[in-house]
């Protein structure tokens, strides 16, 4: 005797079928792409710091070598102290001295080249060791060129120029103490305005100023 096939059978779950999308992928571009901006903007910024750090420390490269500008126009003033500071003495060139025996009424801009053509030079316009080119400008602070002090001059009023005098050199009371007269028992000091201007590499450049006196 035949046994009967059994016509229910196990019932199977369904398959689900799964498709991978290629989101974890694209997240992680995504965070790749986020991580790769970042590091380029850190070293962006850690090169904007450095180029900072260098324009500043070149900055004060300058001003130091401006300042031996001023020191060369001390220089020159105290070895030429006398009736040799009445007269100009500047041209065009490395072979100036940059002395100009009175002032302008107003200021130049300091920063236009033209207004030292005429300026002294250190090492004859060849830059230092840090690559500064140094250039200076004397001036005495009278108001008429190649004139002594208090004289009268081509028909200007008297060359009257800043002076002081020192204490123990005033002889009378009531009397003008910026005026070489018979009151004072020496004659007052003179006033010198001295210009330095340093040019160093990535166009830094640095003007300073300095007034002194000189008793001749």
């Not at 989101?23 to 903007?41: D, P, R, Y």
């Not at 102290?81 to 002395?99: E, F, K, M, V």
């Not at 602070?141 to 200007?156: F, K």
């Amino acid at each position: 005797m035949k046994t009967p096939r059994s016509f229910f059978r196990s019932a199977r779950a369904p398959r689900l079928q799964t498709r991978q999308r290629g989101t974890i992928l694209i997240i992680a571009l995504i965070v790749l792409v986020a991580m790769t901006l970042a590091g380029i903007a850190t070293m962006r910024s850690v090169d904007t710091a450095t180029i900072t750090a260098g324009n500043i420390g070149l900055r004060q490269a300058s001003v130091n070598a401006a300042d031996q500008g001023l020191q060369a126009g001390v220089s020159w003033l105290t070895a030429n102290l006398g009736p040799t500071l009445i007269n100009d003495n500047h041209q065009p060139g490395t072979a100036s001295i940059g002395y100009f025996s009175s002032v302008p009424a107003n200021d130049p801009d300091w920063y236009d080249p033209l207004n030292w053509n005429e300026a002294g030079q250190l090492n004859n316009g060849n830059p230092d060791a840090g690559g500064n080119v140094v250039f200076f400008l004397i001036h005495r602070l009278c108001p008429v060129p190649n004139c002594d002090t208090s004289a009268t001059c081509g028909g200007n009023p008297p060359n009257l120029c800043a002076s002081t005098i020192l204490t123990s050199a005033l002889a009378g009371e009531g009397s003008d103490q910026t005026r070489p007269t018979d009151a004072h028992s020496s004659a007052p000091s003179i006033h010198y305005r001295i210009t330095a201007k340093a040019v160093g590499p990535r166009n830094s450049i640095s003007i300073v100023q300095s007034l002194v006196r000189a008793f001749n």
